[in-house]
């Protein structure tokens, strides 16, 4: 889905976790979902949009945005590879509705699940100019390669996570 989406052949600069800054620090470097991050930290609901999805049975691959509910802002940029025959068949029909942030669903399920960053990256700001406005503040997004596992290690889903600058 990658090279079919709006990162296309973007390379990614691998950073280690002490280089990631503030405030990409607290919003990345931690061993929890990233819906549950922004929320905390945007002090909002977070919203879902799934720019295309493409399914196999036991993948389902998708390109979304994540947003502040109240103001409609784009908080996150994601591509999602979630493992459906890892999850309990009665969540597969949320997760495929595509109409809530897998963080919640996971959340509001119960099961008990992890997060694993595999490393934070930086990709130039225009990469996701049509997503994210234009910042004074920065030229790079900041983002994550993460797991998200079972408690019996079971790959839940692999995504790459990344922020507004």
Do not use: C
Not at 40 to 59: K, P
Not at 91 to 109: F, V
Not at 120 to 134: D, G, Q, V, W, Y
Not at 138 to 164: F, Q, T, V
């Amino acid at each position: 889905i990658r090279s079919a989406s709006l990162l296309g052949a973007t390379p990614l600069a691998w950073l280690s976790a002490p280089e990631v800054p503030a405030p990409y620090q607290q919003l990345l470097v931690h061993n929890h979902d990233m819906t549950s991050a922004l929320a905390g930290f945007h002090h909002d609901s977070i919203s879902l949009t799934v720019l295309q999805s493409r399914q196999t049975e036991t993948r389902y691959l998708r390109e979304v945005t994540l947003h502040a509910a109240t103001t409609g802002a784009s908080v996150e940029y994601g591509l999602i590879e979630i493992l459906l025959d890892s999850f309990p068949a009665e969540l597969r029909p949320l997760i495929l509705a595509g109409d809530t942030p897998l963080g919640n669903i996971l959340t509001s399920s119960g099961l008990d699940f992890r997060s694993e960053p595999q490393g934070f990256f930086t990709i130039p700001a225009n990469t996701l100019e049509s997503i994210f406005p234009k910042s004074s503040t920065g030229k790079i997004l900041y983002g994550r390669y993460n797991h998200l596992l079972h408690d019996d290690d079971i790959i839940l889903a692999r995504i790459l996570d990344i922020l507004p600058a």
